[in-house]
């Protein structure tokens, strides 16, 4: 397929890419704009560590065409927080210091803040059922989970 220009809104910022409407998503993030948050993983779209948000629900970005994501607000890792005012998510997972290597905590951060915003009181099973497409090689799934619920205890206490 032929490159065309194609207008994308990443992190509140209007970007023109010149690629083949049919590029992955990803490929755009990491090699074009060089926001390194979303990770290649499987290329399948299963494993989750290329999550995104896309008008607010997480969407495995190796496989989403550039050409769908025109007119669509598209968020990053690096567009949640930043080092000095980390989200709420963000801060959790540091705080449960919820890594070993840290590639899967790209799909697992921005899938427990697409639930949050949709619900943002989840239940354990809630969290647990949001997060079982993510996958963590490295068994940190412990402390993966005790980020997410106090993530939901932070984000419930800012609401309320």
């Known amino acids: 397929m032929t490159e065309s220009t194609i207008r994308l809104t990443v992190n509140g910022r209007i970007h023109e890419i010149d690629a083949a409407p049919d590029t992955a998503l990803l490929y755009v993030l990491r090699n074009d704009l060089e926001l390194n948050g979303p990770k290649y993983g499987c290329g399948l779209g299963e494993c989750g560590s290329c999550t995104v948000l896309i008008d607010g629900v997480a969407a495995r970005s190796c496989v989403i065409p550039i050409e769908g994501c025109v007119g669509r607000d598209i968020v990053t890792l690096e567009g949640l927080g930043s080092r000095e005012h980390p ?66 205890g932070r984000v419930a206490e800012a609401l309320d």
């Open 87 to 152: 989200d709420p998510v963000q801060q959790a997972f540091i705080r449960e210091q919820a890594a070993q290597c840290g590639y899967c905590l790209n799909g697992m951060i921005m899938t427990t803040r697409a639930l949050l915003d949709r619900n943002p009181h989840p239940t354990e099973s809630e969290l647990l059922e949001a997060l079982r497409y993510n996958l963590c090689r490295c068994g940190a799934h412990v402390e993966i989970m005790r980020a997410a619920m106090r993530a939901a």
